[in-house]
């Protein structure tokens, strides 16, 4: 639902379970004995519709920021795919990045060109469903919302940096901009 919502939408998900557990669920993100009647938007009608609105101008954003991400790395002697000029399936960038400190400089610059929390600095950590590291960098607006501009990887051979996003393409050059100044350091 976020990245539908073009980034604004700040909530979103499904339910699935038996009919019982679902009126418990309904009830407590709304309120008992309204349950699912009004659905599930928490009071985010507005941004959802608003989100709606924007969203073919943001994945524009975000496919134009893949093209330019791709191109530039490209002439810069990295493996991309998917190339610049080839058809593309999502906004998904992978960047063959070939060290682990170039991994984490990349990600950690896109961080830095972030709006948000652009002064936190990613490190590689455990997370659960990865038995490698993993470093994750996004400075987003809203919690989650990898349609902003975001950037992770495995800390693992051929270390590959998976980048999407850019609300806008401006935004989205900036960071990308950032994240070569910071890994070419």
């Known amino acids: 639902m976020k990245n539908l919502g ?3 939408a700040t ?5 699935v379970g038996n009919k019982e557990l679902i009126k418990l669920c309904a009830e407590r993100l709304t309120s008992p004995g309204i349950g699912k009647e009004i659905g599930p938007s928490l009071n985010q009608n507005t941004l959802f519709i608003k989100g709606l ?6 994945v524009a954003s975000s496919l134009k920021t893949a093209i330019f991400t791709s191109r530039i790395l490209e002439r810069l002697g990295y493996q991309v795919e998917p190339k610049y000029d080839e058809v593309r399936a999502d906004i ?11 991994l984490v400089k990349f990600c ?6 972030s709006p ?3 002064d936190v600095i990613p490190f590689p950590g455990d997370m659960g469903g990865y038995d490698d590291k993993v ?3 996004a400075g987003t607006f809203t919690q989650g919302s990898t349609i902003e501009l975001s950037c992770d990887g495995p800390i693992r051979e051929p270390y590959i940096a998976y980048m999407q996003g850019g609300l806008t393409y401006e935004y989205g050059k900036l960071g990308i901009l950032k994240a070569i ?4 350091k």
Do not use: C, N, R, W
């Open 6 to 8: 073009a980034g604004i």
């Open 135 to 137: 470093i994750m960098a």
């Open 108 to 113: 950690q610059g896109i961080q830095m060109g």
């Open 53 to 58: 609105f924007f969203a073919p101008s943001v």
């Open 92 to 102: 998904v960038q992978t960047i063959h990045l070939g060290t682990e400190e170039k």
């Open 116 to 118: 948000i929390d652009s």
């Open 181 to 184: 100044e910071h890994m070419q």
């Open 11 to 15: 909530s979103g998900a499904y339910i």
